[in-house]
């Protein structure tokens, strides 16, 4: 059983930067890839980033490839999305989740999930 407490989030303006955080508990993430999720209201939740349990292997979505890094601290069991030149497009709730296999780019496919943290991006 795995635990997950996303923070971070809040309002910015167009172009400025945001660090989220997703913090584990009850168990170590080491051993688990983990993946950051947005949804934005009426819209489908889709995949951002995700990162192997050794952190040696990234994957991103185009529409981020390049402004936003995924990262992770097994030692503080702690993972992160560094979000830079964020955009209005941007605006969503942000959710980690955890699976106990290869990064995959389907949600159906993670097994824990946090609460979200929202994000909103001001022109």
């Known amino acids: 059983q795995v635990q997950l407490v996303e923070s971070g989030g809040g309002l910015v303006q167009a172009g400025g930067s945001l660090r989220l955080s997703c913090a584990a508990s009850g168990r170590t993430l080491s051993r688990y890839s983990v993946g950051w999720f947005r949804q934005a209201p009426g819209k489908e939740r889709e995949f951002v980033a995700g990162i192997s349990w050794s952190g040696g292997s990234t994957v991103y979505e185009d529409s981020v490839k390049g402004r936003f890094t995924i ?8 993972v992160y999305l560094q979000m830079n030149s964020l955009k209005p497009e941007d605006t969503a709730a942000y959710y980690c989740s955890a699976r106990g296999a290869f990064i995959a780019k389907d949600s159906r496919e993670y097994d824990y999930w946090g609460q979200g943290t929202q994000v909103t991006v001001s022109s």
């Open 71 to 78: 990262s992770r601290e097994n030692a503080k069991n702690t």
